[in-house]
């Protein structure tokens, strides 16, 4: 359990309604600082919810919230100076160009006219920008607007960034460069709380992960520890004589008490939920019963899978209490 003080975010029983709809539902986070920790749930989880609190737009209804040790309710001046938050809709002006925005943003934070121009030119130059500087940003592909908008984020570096689905709608090349960003910020020191839902988005950059749903913390870990959590992955095996293939799936179904599927490939076979020990039994009971597997792997379920999990188990709980 991470101390109070090595948290850039600790939010306990955060509640907030609109209207009749309760998007958080007495929801605890705990951010450990210099990380990237990723924040996931479905659309409506509560995700911008908690964001919006925890930057200062939004006030809970109930619960606390403190950012880099600072009440969010009490002091949001104190926080709003070490924090910076980029939304889901680039904030730019389009008819002008790069330079321009960021040299009206550093004016904006208080740097003079040589002092704006360096601060603008160091982040183009930091995020690839310099070759496209001076065109409008409306002629730009979303990729590269998204990389602007972080640099705009940027005008003063902050202790802890926001970041609120940063990679959505761009094109695998420009997600990519995205995600070389967010990890060079957090290897310079900066707490970034990323919302997202793409599940291979979280598994690159994230250290730790919560998974909301309902408005609540539904699971809280690192990937690793996640993925175990949901259980074992699948076993895929392929035999040396596919013509062997129901021989085989015979003998796993009786050994293991699993479904054992064929796979599209000849004398493949997969085999969900063994844990290690069953899968090496598993492939040893082939051999030494005339049996010979050619390859086989154990592959342990993608955070996708755990998502799906997770949230299926919440959906069955709450249609249970509705019966």
């Known amino acids: 359990m991470e101390a109070i003080s090595d948290l850039a975010v600790h939010a306990t029983g955060l509640t907030k309604r609109f209207g009749s709809t309760l998007a958080l539902d007495g929801l605890d986070l705990a951010v450990p600082a210099g990380t990237v920790y990723g924040f996931l749930g479905p659309n409506g989880a509560g995700k911008t919810t908690t964001l919006r609190i925890l930057a200062t737009l939004l006030r809970p209804d109930a619960g606390t919230a403190r950012v880099l040790g600072h009440d969010v309710v009490r002091e949001p001046e104190a926080v709003r100076a070490r924090i910076s938050l980029t939304g889901q809709f680039a904030c ?27 601060r603008a030119q160091e982040l183009l130059d930091a995020f690839n920008l310099a070759d496209v500087t001076d065109r409008p940003v409306k002629t730009w592909s979303g990729g590269m607007r998204r990389r602007l908008d972080l640099a705009a984020s940027l005008i003063t570096t902050p202790d802890l960034l926001f970041l609120d689905e940063p990679s959505t709608g761009l094109d695998p090349a420009s997600r990519l460069q995205v995600w070389d960003t967010v990890q060079a910020l957090a290897d310079a020191g900066t707490t970034v709380l990323l919302t997202t839902q ?126």
């Open 92 to 118: 730019l002006d389009e008819d002008l160009t790069a330079r321009e925005n960021l040299r009206i943003l550093a004016r904006l934070v208080g740097n003079r006219g040589r002092a704006a121009h360096a």
């Open 198 to 323: 793409y599940l291979d988005e979280a598994d690159r950059l994230a250290s730790r992960i919560a998974v909301i749903d309902h408005g609540r913390v539904i699971a809280e870990g690192t990937p690793g520890e996640l993925k175990a959590e949901t259980g074992a992955g699948h076993l895929h095996i392929q035999l040396a004589s596919p013509g062997q293939g129901e021989q085989a799936q015979a003998a796993l179904a009786h050994l293991l008490d699993l479904p054992v599927h064929p796979d599209t490939e000849p004398g493949s076979l997969s085999v969900a939920g063994p844990a290690a020990d069953q899968a090496a039994l598993a492939v040893a009971h082939l051999e030494c019963n005339g049996i010979p597997v050619a390859a086989f792997a154990l592959a342990r379920p993608s955070l996708d899978e755990v998502f799906l999990a997770l949230t299926a188990r919440i959906q069955d709980s709450s249609k249970e209490h509705a019966a």
